[in-house]
Each structure stands twice: as structure tokens, then as C-alpha cells.
């Protein structure tokens, strides 16, 4: 199993980036996909995740809620991160990661991920 992230890059602050992660090696469409980041200094941290139930279902974290937007095409086994709005706060390597089910309690945790990718770096410049 692999998760390939891309789509980072350098940005000014009030910009967007869009992420993408794709998964190659087994479905993970009805299963926990999310972002974190980790900056410069500072433990990895939740960002955003979704799971399929009829419909995708959402969940953020509070520093980046109503900015980035998490989106997944199951056809294409990929999930995407859109960032809007972004800060200078919000430079970190992002790292997309899936977890092997659909339920996952602790989906705010790196414990309930299997697969990681190997990142991609965002930087944004104020």
C-alpha cells in the first residue's frame, strides 16, 4: 500500500493550495482518510479527515475550519485537501493517511492510521 501527496508548494498568505493524495495497492473508499501537518518544531497534529457512510462525512480542526475544505474520489481512490484563505500558521508538511475501516473513534490520532504518505510541504508567506 502507498499514499502519494502532492500539491504543495509556496504561497502568500490569503492564498490556496490544493492537496492531493492517492492511494494505490488496496480500496480505501469506505475507510478513514485524513491530513496532518507537522511545522517546524512542533508535534504532527490533526488537520482534517473523512469516511464514507452514503455520503461523505467531514470532520476539521478548529484552526482550520470553514478555510479547508477535505474531498475524496473513491473512483480515483484519492482524497484532497483544498486550502483557502491560508496563513503563515499553516506552513507545515502536510501528510495524508488512511486507516484500514470506516470506524474509527480516535480519527483525531495518529494511532488510527495504518498508512502514511511521505508528505508534502506547504509553505505561506506573509
Known amino acids: 500500500v502507498q499514499l502519494q501527496a502532492s500539491g504543495g508548494g509556496l504561497v502568500q498568505a490569503g492564498g490556496s493550495l490544493r492537496l492531493s493524495c492517492a492511494a494505490s495497492?488496496?480500496?480505501?473508499?469506505?475507510?478513514?482518510m485524513g491530513w496532518f501537518r507537522q511545522a517546524p518544531g512542533k508535534e504532527r497534529e490533526f488537520v482534517a479527515a473523512s469516511r464514507w457512510s452514503g455520503g461523505i462525512i467531514s470532520y476539521y480542526a478548529d484552526s482550520v475550519k470553514g478555510r479547508f475544505t477535505i474531498s475524496r474520489d473513491n473512483a480515483k481512490n484519492t482524497v484532497y485537501l483544498q486550502m483557502n484563505s491560508l496563513k503563515a500558521e499553516d506552513t507545515a508538511v502536510y501528510y495524508c493517511a488512511a486507516a484500514q475501516g470506516p470506524h474509527r473513534s480516535n480519527y483525531f490520532t495518529e494511532d488510527a492510521y495504518d498508512y502514511w504518505g511521505q508528505g508534502t510541504q506547504v509553505t505561506v508567506s506573509s
Open positions: 495497492g488496496r480500496t480505501f473508499s469506505s475507510s478513514f
